[in-house]
């Protein structure tokens, strides 16, 4: 029997995913260790292997067959646009994706005036402002702490993730409009669903009853 291989998304979903898995019977004791360097995990009796990638790889490596399977945010999917199934939303996770600025910013945005966006996300914010509202504006790609764009005057607003919303009040920002829900989802390489219909097929079903 050959490994399955799992990419999961390093970070907030890492730990949810493993937990996830063990409730199915599926551990991988050598991931526990909270000190190791190790990228790659195995599972030798169920024949399964499991590493952690940053999570805008993960669709890369499920599209081109290097993961069967690989657990990541919906905002990644919807960023990177692989081709890949998406099979199964694992409900975890849970956040939003969301246009915030300050309070100020909220009139910018119903007079479709040409404004700065800031965002981790220009595919998804493209989308939005183009072909949802219909909107020219300035998409500027920044890689993290992306509330700090309005702040010192970056940009007018910000497309980013928004899960308690602490981060927006303790910075003096608000959701002005929400794109999109997300949460943690499974996806599956394309010739893997085909190939290797029966394991996976049946680890979805006992992901279903658990979830
Ligand atoms: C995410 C997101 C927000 C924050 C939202 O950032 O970009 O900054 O979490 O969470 P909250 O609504 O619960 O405050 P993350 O911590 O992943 O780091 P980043 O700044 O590198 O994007």
Not at 24 to 30: D, L, Q, V
Not at 130 to 156: D, F, M, R, W
């Amino acid at each position: 029997m050959r490994y399955l291989t799992f990419a999961l998304g390093k970070g907030r979903l890492a730990r949810k995913s493993m937990e996830l898995f063990e409730q199915i019977g599926i551990t991988c004791e050598e991931m526990q260790d909270p000190a190791t360097r190790k990228l790659i995990f195995v599972n030798e009796e169920l024949k399964l292997r499991f590493f952690l990638a940053k999570a805008p790889d993960v669709p890369t490596y499920v599209e081109y067959g290097a993961a069967d399977v690989g657990i990541v945010g919906k905002d990644t999917i919807l960023e990177e646009h692989r081709r890949m199934y998406e099979v199964l939303d694992l409900g975890y996770g849970k956040c939003r994706m969301c246009v915030c600025g300050p309070e100020s910013a909220r009139e910018l945005l119903k007079h479709q005036e040409l404004i700065r966006v800031a965002t981790k996300y220009p595919h998804i914010a493209k989308e939005y402002f183009y072909n949802q509202k219909h909107q020219t504006v300035e998409i500027i790609k920044l890689n993290g702490s992306i509330e700090l764009a309005p702040i010192v005057g970056l940009s007018e607003v910000i497309v980013d993730i928004v899960e308690t919303g602490s981060t927006l009040k303790e910075n003096g920002l608000k959701v002005l409009e929400e794109v999109c829900p997300l949460s943690a989802r499974m996806v599956v390489n394309q010739v893997s669903m085909k190939m290797e219909n029966e394991r996976i097929g049946k680890m979805i079903n006992e992901l279903k009853k658990v979830i």
